[in-house]
């Protein structure tokens, strides 16, 4: 079973900075995009920025030029810098996976996409 620890969430003052890890654990094949999602109180889950296995990233609007996404793929681990943070990127942040595994028992490989737990930030004005 593949599974997401996502880590370093907490709460910071506006301008300050934090950086949140996602670690894949489990029986992966491959990871194809790792990317970082949040949700804020009353909204819709939305992505904040996703990087491929080759190291393209991708970023939202909201977000660029403050935050930068990275990936360790011989560690399988995602990594979202922040800084400068705001009050308005206060949000419970997810870990996305997509990838494959093998299906226990078996030689046949399966599409995945796996969500970490989340993790709270908060940004205090």
């Known amino acids: 079973q593949v599974q997401l620890v996502e880590s370093g969430g907490g709460l910071v003052q506006a301008g300050g900075s934090l950086r949140l890890s996602c670690a894949v654990s489990?029986?992966?094949?491959?990871?194809?995009?790792m990317g970082w999602y949040r949700q804020a109180p009353g909204k819709q889950r939305e992505l904040v920025a996703a990087i491929t296995s080759g190291g393209s990233a991708n970023y939202a609007d909201s977000v660029k030029g403050r935050f930068t996404i990275s990936r360790d793929n011989a560690k399988n681990t995602v990594y979202l810098q922040m800084n400068s943070l705001k009050p308005e990127d206060t949000a419970v942040y997810y870990c996305?996976?997509?990838?494959?595994?093998?299906?226990?028992?078996?030689?046949?490989?399966?599409?995945?996409?796996?969500w970490g737990q989340g993790t709270l930030v908060t940004v205090s004005s």
């Open positions: 996305n996976v997509d990838g494959s595994t093998v299906i226990a028992g078996t030689s046949t490989i399966r599409a995945l996409e796996v």
């Open positions: 489990g029986s992966i094949f491959s990871i194809n995009v």
